[in-house]
């Protein structure tokens, strides 16, 4: 077995990060190559400058290359903004008659059926995921290759997204000389990265908090089941912040990480922040607490927010693996007490675990997603070598699917 080298690309709100990840003969995951950022040309999770978050990129992939020593060519890249959303869908089919045995072939034809679902001209599907499979009548099926059967259903999660916001973060991407060996929705790359597999077959919500959005999703019976990507997240406490002190942005930035806590509670009323570390020419004193009651209020209308989307997917309650928090902004005083008040679950703070290398320096929340990438392009086909391509069935009817998919998105 040849090392491999997987390269993600979390191309967020406040932040670029690239990891170059190496998978070494025993199989173990090393991390040999990161670089950051800060973001330019992104409103949301969505490219406002596509010069900018091409710059952006380009510095990040810099960092990244010379730490490694590897020069980056191709990436998984994760996708995000408010524009994501998604539907479960079923796909039935007849098994030949001639051949009553489950083959991949019949799970591909499933899964079409299953896409086959009315989108506007303006939308286009990112993912299709088989959620699980049921063969004439029984459910709980998650391998059926080889079963015998009549009648055959699949049950998939489709998520979609505007088709320019997709299509202009992939020319940002090419721009920076990149070849996109597959785009992720943020939420799955996350989930990848700090969710256990009890978790998700027990029932548990996903809260990751970027800079720009938060994304939401909720896993049911080893699968997911709800995805959605929230217009709000950590900028918005930092603006919230700077109008409430009346204090410039990067100084409001610099207070939230430094003295933010998100329960005033526990704030004595005689803690003053001392501003003039921040701003030399400035000696005023800003209560602590003051600073807190902003922090919840957001915090507050955050987490609402999420409750409700829950309450859509219909799993409100029935959770009881409970909810992970992850994402820059996770990484708040106080907001896990938060979460778990205002969303009546238990709750645990997600950060990516298991990893070797240069893990130290991105074993936080923050890096949930960029982590979550390498991960996702670990278990996925794309990144095989050609040698083992061969020996994989589902290798080609993925392939197929991804290059009429990227076909469709250049083609007129």
């Known amino acids: ?154 049950e998939a999660h489709i998520i979609t997204g505007s088709v320019s916001s997709v299509h202009n973060l992939i020319k940002c991407v090419n721009k920076a000389n990149v070849e996109i060996e597959d785009l992720v929705v943020e939420p799955l790359a996350s989930g990848e990265a700090v969710l256990e597999d009890g978790e998700t077959d027990l029932g548990v919500a996903l809260v990751d908090i970027g ?45 939230k990480i430094t003295y933010g806590h998100c329960d005033p509670s526990t704030i004595d009323d005689d803690d003053m922040i001392d501003l003039s570390q921040f701003m030399p020419d400035c000696d005023d004193l800003v209560p602590r607490k003051l600073l807190a009651e902003i922090i919840q209020a957001r915090v507050e209308e955050l987490f609402t927010m999420v409750h409700e989307e829950i309450r859509k997917s219909g799993y409100d309650g029935l959770l009881p693996a409970g909810v992970v928090v992850t994402g820059g902004t996770a990484e708040l005083p106080g907001i896990l007490e938060q979460a778990g008040l205002i969303l009546d679950l238990p709750a645990r703070i997600g950060s990516p675990l298991g990893l070797h290398g240069l893990a130290d320096s991105i074993s936080r929340p923050a890096y949930a997603t960029a982590v979550g990438l390498l991960l996702w392009g670990l278990s996925h086909p794309s990144f095989l070598t050609e040698e083992e391509a061969y020996e994989e069935e589902s290798m080609t009817s993925s392939l197929v699917t991804k290059m009429g998919r990227w076909l469709r998105a250049f083609i007129p």
């Open 1 to 154: 077995m040849q090392e491999r080298v997987i390269v993600g690309i979390d191309v967020g709100t406040t932040k670029v990060c690239v990891l170059v990840g190496e998978l070494d003969r025993d199989g173990k995951l090393n991390i040999v190559g990161v670089g950051t950022c800060p973001s330019q040309g992104l409103r949301r999770g969505v490219v406002v400058n596509i010069e900018e978050t091409v710059t952006s990129i380009g510095a990040a992939l810099d960092r990244a290359e010379r730490l490694s020593g590897k020069k980056i060519v191709s990436a998984c890249v994760g996708i995000a903004g408010s524009h994501i959303s998604s539907e479960n869908s079923k796909g039935f089919v007849a098994i030949s008659p001639n051949h009553r045995d489950i083959v991949q072939n019949d799970i591909s034809r499933a899964m079409e059926v299953a896409q086959a679902i009315a989108l506007p001209a303006n939308r286009e599907v990112i993912h299709a995921i088989p959620r699980g499979y049921v063969v004439d009548g029984q459910e709980g099926i998650k391998n059926p290759i080889g079963m015998s059967g009549f009648r055959f259903e699949v």
């Open 211 to 255: 800079g720009g959005t938060t994304d939401v999703a909720v896993f049911v019976d080893g699968a997911i089941w709800y995805t959605t990507v929230l217009p709000i997240g950590g900028n918005l406490i930092t603006s919230d912040i700077a109008i409430g002190l009346r204090l410039p942005v990067g100084v409001a930035e610099e207070l």
